[in-house]
């Protein structure tokens, strides 16, 4: 048995045109269990090529336009084109971009807002970072490799670059407000000590902490000293997500370090802390 899967697009007057995506051909009988409906390949290869006729029809609906300039607002025209390779989740697509120039003051300009440099879609680079989280790189890369129409984009060190880019955005990224504030908060400070296994002085310490309400909302943080990352900002970012308003009793624990309780004051913990339960046993 055979099908063709074809893409038909339509507009406001109705279907503006179709193209053929795939073609199948799989048994009509079941006597095998294998040949239940579609294997892993057909659904890959369907979802690159809807992936590459999509992208086709936005490049073409995109070269329509006339947009203005910004500088003198005459309306532009097209000046050439350029390919840019775009890694995307279903596959590597290439993507005709016209240039525009100003009929007016004779300007140019790229008519897309675009990230400057990027080569892949900010939906590929979340899942990359999400997967990475979670996995070693090597072993995540062999994941969406084995489940997703990929073709570029999968080596390890640039699962690693794009996991650490993503992190740096969370960072700097203003928390997100919670549905309700919290009445009473459980903030916990500690710090340890991660030692090399080689000789010298490539100790690390990592401070780290807990930030719990009654009702169960959660954030953890952690951070290496002496490095860009603030662990003050991260302590203001976790009880903000978790709901801290001025009128949330906030309770504070950690052990006698002046350093911890010097950071507590730096993130705006105004309260003494307490002893944890650890330290006065």
């Known amino acids: 048995m055979g099908w063709v ?18 073609e199948i051909d799989r048994p009509g009988n079941l006597d095998d269990l294998a040949d239940l409906g579609l294997r892993l390949p057909d ?35 097209i000046k050439d084109y350029r390919p840019r390779r775009i890694a995307t989740l279903f596959g590597r697509v290439t993507v005709r971009l016209p240039r525009f120039r100003c ?6 300009q790229a008519g897309i807002e ?5 080569r892949s879609t900010p939906e590929f680079d979340q899942i990359r970072a999400q997967f990475s989280a979670f996995l070693p790189y090597r072993v995540a890369a062999g994941v ?19 996991t650490l880019k993503v992190g740096e955005d969370l960072r700097d990224a ?25 000789a010298g002085p490539r100790h690390l310490e990592v401070r780290l902490g807990n930030v719990e309400t ?15 990352t603030v662990i003050e900002t991260l302590i203001q970012r976790g009880l903000a997500a978790v709901g801290h308003t001025d009128k949330t009793d906030l309770t504070a624990f950690t052990d006698g370090c ?23 046993t």
Request: with cysteine; hydrophobic share 40%.
């Open 5 to 22: 899967l074809r893409l038909v697009e339509t507009g406001v007057e109705g279907p503006l045109g179709s193209v053929d995506v795939l």
């Open 43 to 77: 659904g890959k290869q369907l979802l690159s090529q809807v992936q590459q006729a999509v992208v086709a029809a936005q490049c073409r609906d995109h070269a329509a336009q006339r947009p203005a300039c910004r500088a003198c607002g005459a309306a532009c025209r």
């Open 103 to 108: 009929a007016g003051c004779r300007g140019d």
């Open 114 to 118: 675009w990230p400057p440099q990027c």
């Open 144 to 162: 969406l490799q084995q489940l997703l129409p990929l073709d570029a984009g999968t080596d390890p060190e640039t699962l690693r670059a794009q």
């Open 174 to 198: 203003a928390p997100a407000e919670p549905a309700t504030a919290a009445a009473a908060i459980t903030l916990s400070v500690d710090s340890t000590f991660i030692r090399s296994c080689e």
């Open 214 to 228: 009654p009702d169960g909302a959660r954030q953890v943080f952690a951070a290496v000293a002496r490095t860009d």
């Open 258 to 280: 002046s350093g911890l309780r010097a950071l507590l004051v730096d993130a705006g913990v105004t309260k003494p802390p307490g002893l944890d339960w650890f330290r006065a």
